[in-house]
């Protein structure tokens, strides 16, 4: 009986316990890919001080319109450093701002339908039955529609907005996360320790939400940063064909969308900027989930 | 001797097995269990073996209510546990506990070993908090590591410990009947010895009852009082345990107990290999289901049932031989 017991470490005291997992934290950190991190915290930084780091004001006009007027061109200012668009706006500030609201929507969208797809999927899986049939008659119903053609449609249903396009981002994508947690809890419940709880009596509420969930919170989380940039292209899709966020509050989107009927003038910038700063971001997002996915799949972590 | 704790009178567990699709037809039945009776009474131990599909995990599933028995009862303190409904469930779910055999499995990775057994005690809310973390550093002792390890996570424990773990989370409600669901088959033999010896000592503390089951035949032999043999859902034999070791008399348990690794080298044994493969459960041979593998096989075996018959005391065998 001795001999495995020696085998107890002392376990470490509770604050030592606490630095450990931040110590531990840190580490997982400090691995992480430095491109993806970095943009992702300076388009946070940027979004979050926008209304200090902005030059000018967003929605109003700071030049005669007919001005283009970029640092780099003759008679160009840096005082608007990369030119005015068609309502002499500031194109830098505007793109400071649309950060904000990129940033809001895809990551309110995403987690909003992260939590109805992880919730409708964990039940559909765990339930089974009749719980399952009807939510994955419904995903697989929602699948079969291009998510930007129901994306537009529900912008043209519901009064446009903010919290519209949330709201449009979570219907559109909840069913990424329902499809593949079910599949995870179908396995996850013919596991011993959800057998033990269902013994011991533990009622499906508590099964589910204690046993289940935070054992499916590692491919949730996978699926949450490769949601994160196209909920941002869905949302710049949108400004894009304008059913998005409406105007004058600028998003990346409606910028392009603006910008439209200049793309063989010369005021590139007007298409550019915010293409480079959707493209960015969605590819740090993407690269990000990438290693994520990689540094949480239980088979590749301790490597 | 006292009335038995549990009592599972012609146990019954047939699954459909169907064509499949929208409007599928039950082709046939697997008949997992299939007419068995046992009892286990106060402080005891009943093992239970057989090898793989002959329905002991079916068993073990039926007592711990996770399936509904097709036909036959089990009697639970003088109770159907068929009929529990409601607060007398939960009372059974309390007393009857399990321990599985894959430690690794059994244990949820997300959660610390303080939360794992204290569960049972929210799930029925026997405690108050404080009350908990006392009880939970009282069994943890009780089956050998230290109280403070409640803190931790599964992973960062050994196969034996995380089993240790699994029995402190059976005993937290005061378990009465304990299955053991091959509890030592994923141990490394170093550690079987310790695992078994806390149990019995567990047993001998708090008068716990347990049903063992086990393919190794030298686990289940030393620590079970009475054995009971299975053979494609049906059971062939049982006996006390020494009188099951010294003297099989069905040809099946004298074939397991052949095979199983002798405790000394120079023990002069009858030496007896069966041939064959377990018949399917879907379509078991008519007459005596060993028949078709029995070195003693005679033509009635092949027509009728042998039924259970008593030839010493306690010891019943499913044989025409006796």
């Known amino acids: 009986m001795a001999s495995d017991q020696i085998l107890v470490t002392s376990p470490p005291s509770g604050a030592e316990h606490v630095s450990a997992v931040a110590h531990r934290s840190l580490a997982i950190l400090r691995e992480a890919p430095k491109l993806p991190v970095g943009i992702i915290l300076f388009v946070a930084l940027v979004a979050i001080f926008a209304p200090l780091l902005a030059p000018h004001d967003a929605e109003t006009s700071v030049k005669p319109i007919k001005i283009f007027a970029p640092a780099i061109y003759a008679g160009g200012t840096w005082d608007t450093a990369l030119g005015t668009d068609f309502q002499g706006r500031d194109i830098l500030s505007r793109l400071i701002y649309g950060a904000r609201t990129s940033l809001i929507i895809g990551l309110l969208g995403t987690v909003f339908a992260g939590i109805l797809g992880v919730t409708l999927g964990i039940v559909s899986g765990y339930m089974g039955g009749l719980w399952d049939q009807v939510i994955m008659r419904i995903t697989d119903a929602k699948l079969a529609l291009p998510s930007l053609v129901f994306g537009i449609f529900l912008a043209a249903v519901l009064s446009p907005g903010l919290w519209t396009i949330i709201l449009i981002l979570m219907i559109v994508f909840w069913t990424r996360y329902a499809r593949v947690i079910r599949g995870e809890v179908l396995s996850l419940r013919e596991r011993d320790f959800v057998k033990l709880a269902e013994v011991t009596g533990a009622g499906k509420i508590r099964v589910m939400f204690r046993h289940i969930l935070p054992n499916i919170m590692n491919t949730a989380m996978v699926l949450f940063s490769l949601t994160v940039g196209v909920a941002i292209i869905l949302e710049a899709s949108l400004s894009f064909l304008g059913v998005g966020v409406p105007p004058p509050t600028p998003t990346w989107g409606n910028m392009l969308a603006d910008a439209r009927p200049t793309l063989i003038s010369e005021r590139w910038t007007l298409t550019v900027a915010p293409g480079i700063c959707i493209m960015l971001l969605v590819l740090a997002a993407n690269l990000l989930g990438d290693w994520m996915r990689v540094r949480l799949d239980p088979q590749l972590r301790n490597r | ?322």
Request: net charge negative; charged share 20%; proline share 6%.
């Open chain 2, 1 to 322: 001797m006292a009335d038995a704790l549990l009592e599972a009178q012609d146990l019954r567990k047939y699954f459909p097995v169907t064509s499949g699709g929208m409007f599928s037809r039950v082709k046939g039945y697997v008949k997992a269990v299939d007419g068995v009776s046992f009892s286990v009474y106060p402080g005891e131990t009943l093992g239970v073996v057989g090898e793989s599909g002959c329905g002991k995990t079916t068993t073990s599933k039926l007592v711990l209510t996770q399936e509904a028995p097709t036909s036959g009862s089990l009697i639970f303190k003088g109770k159907d546990v068929a009929q529990l409904r409601g607060r007398e469930l939960k009372e059974y779910r309390q007393a009857v506990q399990v321990v599985f055999q894959d430690p690794f499995s059994s244990l949820s990775p997300r959660m610390r070993v303080g939360d794992i057994i204290s569960e049972p005690l929210e799930v029925h809310s026997l405690m108050s908090r404080q009350g908990i973390k006392n009880h939970v550093g009282e069994v943890l002792e009780l089956v050998g590591l230290p109280a403070d390890v409640s803190r931790l996570f599964p992973h960062e424990f050994s196969g034996g410990q995380r089993q240790r773990i699994a029995i402190a989370r059976a005993l937290a409600t005061n378990a009465e009947l304990i299955v053991l669901d091959e509890p030592v088959s994923a141990l490394d033999v170093s550690i079987r010895a310790h695992i078994l010896t806390l149990l019995e000592e567990l047993q001998k503390e708090l008068g716990i009852s347990y049903v063992f089951i086990g393919h190794d035949l030298a686990a289940v032999a030393h620590i079970s009082d009475r054995i009971a043999v299975m053979y494609l859902g049906k059971i062939v034999e049982t006996a006390e345990s020494l009188e099951l070791s010294n003297n099989p008399l069905h040809p099946y348990t004298k074939a397991l107990f052949a095979a199983s690794l002798p405790s000394h080298p120079d023990e002069d044994r009858e030496e007896m290999a069966i041939s064959g493969e377990v018949p399917s459960a879907l379509n078991p041979p008519p007459g005596c289901h060993f028949h078709t593998r029995c070195p003693y096989y005679m033509e009635r075996c092949s027509e009728e049932e042998p039924r259970l018959k008593e030839v010493s005391q306690s010891h019943t065998v499913a044989c025409f031989l006796y």
